[in-house]
């Protein structure tokens, strides 16, 4: 069965950093590109940052720019978010999810959603 399993969430402080795992089984994660969402308790789901499949281009939001990075590792069939300088307003569950063929906006493209991972930014 084709699926993503997140894990690395956790109750942190503000400014503290959190590395998020997303792994594939099933299928062979290369081939596609990734993208990290969130939804805070209350709000629609958001984009956070996307990896393309082979130019390995990111696509961060505006509200994580130069704090969060997306990575992948193929060989390990996983994609990765290290988040630093925490807010509280990064809040929420986080879910990974691939797409058929870019990195795009539109979330009713994305296929092979995760349960998602709890993140709680709070002192």
């Known amino acids: 069965q084709e699926q993503f399993v997140e894990s690395g969430g956790g109750l942190v402080q503000p400014g503290d950093s959190l590395k998020l795992s997303c792994s594939a089984s099933g299928f062979t994660l290369g081939y596609y590109p990734v993208a990290w969402f969130r939804q805070a308790p209350g709000k629609e789901r958001e984009g956070v940052s996307c990896?393309?499949?082979?130019?390995?281009?990111?696509y961060p939001s505006d509200s994580v720019k130069g704090r969060f990075t997306i990575t992948r590792d193929n060989a390990k069939n996983t994609v990765y978010l290290q988040m630093d300088n925490l807010k509280p307003e990064d809040t929420g569950i986080y879910y990974c999810?691939?797409?058929?063929?870019?990195?795009?906006?539109?979330?009713?493209?994305?296929?092979?959603w995760g349960q998602g991972t709890q993140v709680t930014v709070s002192s």
């Open positions: 990896i393309e499949a082979y130019s390995n281009d990111t």
């Open positions: 999810a691939a797409h058929i063929k870019h990195c795009s906006y539109y979330q009713d493209e994305y296929f092979y």
